[in-house]
């Protein structure tokens, strides 16, 4: 059975490999005309085709030419319809991220992981969160911060020594990123339908960048930034069966 599939890869030499072999067995289409789009890559990569298609019908189904590959599937060359037409699909819901700058302008962002805050100069960072408009900590002094999905616990929030967070749980991870004030707070879990607002104390002296994903410009200098779940956006996700998001989170806490 033929299958209408766009091919997309990463510059990585492998992936472009990849890429000139799967287009000459199956073809290759518009990823506006495809039944799905097959990303071929890492795990940024993999990011960066989910944002760029979010409009379009089509699920993304990945096989990892890069490192590590949470997001994708195992690379074969053989078998690819019948791996896709047993895939088994994820739906994610991304983050929107509404951070303003001291020169008055609003960013507005999505991201399907996190959306981190960093400082971006030799002190440490001065931040007080509120959720859901209620203050909740006057001063966290860190390297930086961020809220992460399900999806994302696994990433950038993981090696901040946040949480690993079930895909179905409706939470989402509140991480410190060194921590040095109040020392031994590590977080919070928060319900998926909060919204998280950071405000930078002290914006001049101790400044302070915000990424959506990290896989575009940061955003430089911010006076606040406000976090919550973009629920009419889905992003359709495909996996292997028995290797989905929800096996990955957990096998992940026992590797």
């Known amino acids: 059975m033929d299958m209408r599939i766009a091919f997309l890869a990463s510059q990585a030499p492998v992936a472009q490999s990849a890429l000139a072999t799967l287009t000459t067995r199956h ?4 990823p506006a005309e ?3 789009i097959v990303a071929l890559g890492g795990d940024g990569f993999m990011l960066r085709t989910l944002h760029a298609t979010m409009d379009l019908p089509a699920p993304v189904y990945g096989m990892n030419r890069g490192t590590i590959g949470f ?3 195992v690379y074969t060359e053989d078998g690819l319809i019948e791996r896709l037409q047993a895939a088994e699909q994820e739906i994610i819901n991304p983050l ?3 951070a303003m700058d001291q020169h008055g302008t609003l960013h507005q962002a999505l991201a399907i992981n996190e959306v ?3 400082r971006a100069g030799p002190q440490a960072a001065k931040l ?3 959720i859901d408009g209620r203050e909740r900590l006057e001063e966290l002094v860190c390297d930086g911060a961020l809220v992460a999905t399900p999806a994302g616990s696994t990433a950038y929030n993981y090696s901040a020594h946040g949480p690993i967070v079930p ?3 409706d939470v989402l991870t509140l991480t410190p990123i060194a921590a040095f004030r109040p020392r031994r707070w590590r977080g919070a879990l928060l319900p998926s339908g909060a919204t998280v607002r950071f405000d930078v104390l002290e914006a001049e002296k ?3 960048n915000a990424d959506a994903d990290s896989i575009s410009k940061s955003i430089a200098d911010i006076d606040w930034v406000e976090i919550s779940t973009e629920a009419n956006v889905q992003h359709k996700i495909l996996f292997d069966p028995g290797h989905g998001l929800e096996e990955r989170l957990i096998s992940e806490q026992f590797s």
């Open 71 to 73: 997001l994708m599937n």
């Open 34 to 36: 495809a039944e799905v």
């Open 27 to 30: 073809g290759n289409i518009a």
């Open 167 to 169: 895909i179905g749980a």
């Open 128 to 130: 007080k969160i509120s």
């Open 116 to 118: 981190s805050l960093l």
């Open 206 to 208: 101790r400044p302070v």
């Open 96 to 98: 929107s991220m509404r």
